[in-house]
């Protein structure tokens, strides 16, 4: 049967979207970007992304604060109790230190294009988050594997960046013995999402920052699925995130994968918020 012409462009749209992603995550078109934006660099001098010192993007003073700021893990608060639409039993959130000052800046710049090198030195702070929350779980079940799960990233994020923050930094950290990582999630696109858009409408707001913690539980509820041919039942889950802010990701994140048959024993962060707008505890 002939499709109509309607079907046949969407094909040919999705096929050169897929081949254009090919292209720009291959070998060849990451060497084009680090070459363009290494060019970029001579003919504008980074300076500090902190300070504004010139020579670097982060200057060796504004490194080393921003390094001591995540010297120190600590337990900061409970996944279980985050997910204000299905609260489950205890599972601690490890963060590395506060996010602010020289840290806030120096994850920003990590997170952009041109500052992926960075990435690298942030490494030892997740381990740090990582073998403390591995600390804090329960006994696993008998026989069951422990995954380290990071937060996948949406397309349009990656298509920005040219990476995967959070893949990166699990690419250079250590994992807790007895662990290993999975990229068992994926990142379900906004058009797919059932009833997403009227949930905006009702929420008033497409911004997560003037949303209450129960409005952002709402808004990413759908947003991440188990990735096709990847089975965590019985597995326990050690989340990962780069920053902590609400909680509402690495929320739905947990949500899933226990609906999926796996038990979520927490999540580890380099950098968490200390001081939360208020609006975010309405739940």
């Given at each position: 049967m002939t499709r109509p012409p309607s079907t046949r462009s969407a094909t040919r749209l999705a096929d050169l979207a897929d081949l254009a992603d090919r292209?720009?995550?291959?070998?060849a078109g990451r060497w084009a970007r680090e070459a363009w934006l290494g060019c970029g660099r001579i003919l504008f001098p980074a300076s500090c992304t902190v300070c504004g010192a010139a020579g670097d993007a982060l200057c060796p003073g504004c490194s080393a604060e921003a390094l001591r700021a995540v010297a120190?893990?600590?337990?900061?608060?409970?996944?279980?109790?985050l997910d204000v639409l299905a609260?489950?039993?205890?599972?601690?959130?490890?963060?590395?230190?506060?996010?602010g000052?020289?840290?806030?800046?120096?994850?920003?710049?990590?997170?952009?294009?041109?500052?992926?090198?960075?990435?690298?030195?942030?490494?030892?702070?997740l381990s740090r988050s990582l073998r403390l929350a591995a600390s804090q779980r329960p006994p696993a079940p008998h026989g069951s594997e422990v995954w380290v799960i990071p937060v996948p990233a949406s397309a349009p994020s990656l298509r920005r960046r040219g990476f995967w923050p959070i893949g990166e930094l699990l690419a250079v950290a250590r994992l807790p013995p007895g662990t290993r990582r999975v990229d068992a999630l994926a990142w379900v696109p906004q058009l797919r999402r059932?009833?997403?858009a009227l949930a905006a409408l009702r929420l008033g707001s497409s911004s997560q920052k003037s949303r209450g913690r129960r409005g952002r539980a709402a808004a990413v509820r759908g947003s991440v699925k188990p990735?096709?041919?990847?089975d965590p039942r019985g597995a326990g889950v050690l989340l990962v995130d780069d920053v902590f802010t609400s909680g509402a990701t690495l929320a739905e994140c947990a949500r899933v994968l226990r609906r999926a048959g796996a038990h979520v024993l927490g999540a580890a962060v380099v950098a968490h918020v200390p001081a939360p707008n208020p609006h975010c505890a309405d739940g």
């Open positions: 292209g720009w995550y291959s070998r120190r893990p600590r337990i900061v608060d409970d996944l279980a109790g609260p489950t039993r205890f599972a601690p959130v490890a963060s590395a230190g506060a996010y000052g020289a840290l806030a800046g120096a994850l920003l710049e990590a997170k952009r294009a041109h500052g992926r090198p960075l990435l690298a030195r942030f490494g030892p702070a059932r009833g997403r990735r096709p041919g990847v």
